[in-house]
Structures are given as structure tokens and as C-alpha cells.
């Protein structure tokens, strides 16, 4: 009964999430009250620290627990994936993503771009280029493609102006 009543007061809080915030905390805390191991409120959390407070120590604890409670909640790999690149622990992001490609139902392009997104933190803009085709190669949608073509063109002016830098 209580998971079932953490997963109700997820989807209020989700529902809220970014929009209403006032009204998302309370919900995602009764979730949390609830199911204090319930991975996607914890997954919703790290992303509201993340996102709205940029506590990044807390966005890391969340995202953590959530990990630890359901290893295979992908939510949680894509959110904490963008949470190392804002916070430039590429190593870490790198091991997300090589765990995540182990799991049923990952979105190949969704983790080639983030791991280009990785390379272009570490200002290796050939590595993501490449993987950015190779994103563009496993999506299966017009709108997608666009995205990566717009991702690759942003990655192209960097190189460009890094190499005008260099002389």
C-alpha cells in the first residue's frame, strides 16, 4: 500500500516538476515519507537539487540512493550522466554510461550523445563528433537527426575556434 502511495505522490510531484515547485516538494516528500526507498522520487530530487538549487552534494546523494536501490533504473543513469557533465567528473560519467549499456531498453543515441557531450567537457572535439554520428546512426526519428546535426555543427565552431586559439 505505501509504494502505492509513494508512486501517486511521484507522479503529483513529476506532474509539478519544474512548474510549481512549492507544490512538488510537498508531494515529493510525501513520496519519499512513504517509500524512503523509492528510486524515482530519489531520482526527481537529484534533479530538483541539481537543476533548481545547484547543490550538487545533495544532487549526488540522490542520485546515489537511487542507483543503490534499483541498479537498473535508467531515469536515474541519464539524469546523473548530465549531473557529471555539469560538474565535469567525466571518469564517472564515462563508468554511468559503460553500466548503462548493459541495460534492456537504453536509448543508444540518448547515451552515444551524452558521452560526446563528456568528450566536448574534456575539450576532445574529434571523439565527439564521432560519437555524435554515431548517435545520429542508431536514432530513428527526423526530429532527432535535426538535434544532432545542430549538435554537430555547435561541436564544429568550437574545433574551429579552438584551433584559431592554438595559433
Known sequence: ??????NDY?????????????????????????????????CLMARFYMEQ?????DANYHFQKALTIDPHHLLTYYSYIIFC?????I????????RVRKIKGV????????????????????KSKKLIYKAMMSCNCNDDIDFFKTEL???????????????
Open 1 to 6: 500500500m505505501s509504494t502505492a502511495l509513494a
Open 10 to 42: 511521484y507522479l503529483k510531484a513529476l506532474d509539478y516538476y519544474p512548474y510549481n515547485l512549492q507544490e512538488f516538494l510537498e508531494n515529493i516528500n510525501y513520496a519519499m515519507s512513504y517509500d524512503e526507498d523509492h528510486a524515482d522520487s530519489h
Open 53 to 57: 538549487l545547484c547543490k550538487f552534494n
Open 85 to 89: 557533465i555539469k560538474t565535469k567528473d
Open 91 to 98: 571518469d564517472r560519467g564515462l563508468n554511468l554510461i559503460e
Open 107 to 126: 536509448v543508444e543515441s540518448t547515451m552515444f550523445h551524452r558521452e560526446a557531450l563528456l568528450f566536448e567537457t574534456k575539450e576532445d572535439f574529434k
Open 153 to 167: 555543427s555547435r561541436i564544429q565552431n568550437k574545433m574551429n575556434r579552438f584551433k584559431k586559439k592554438k595559433k
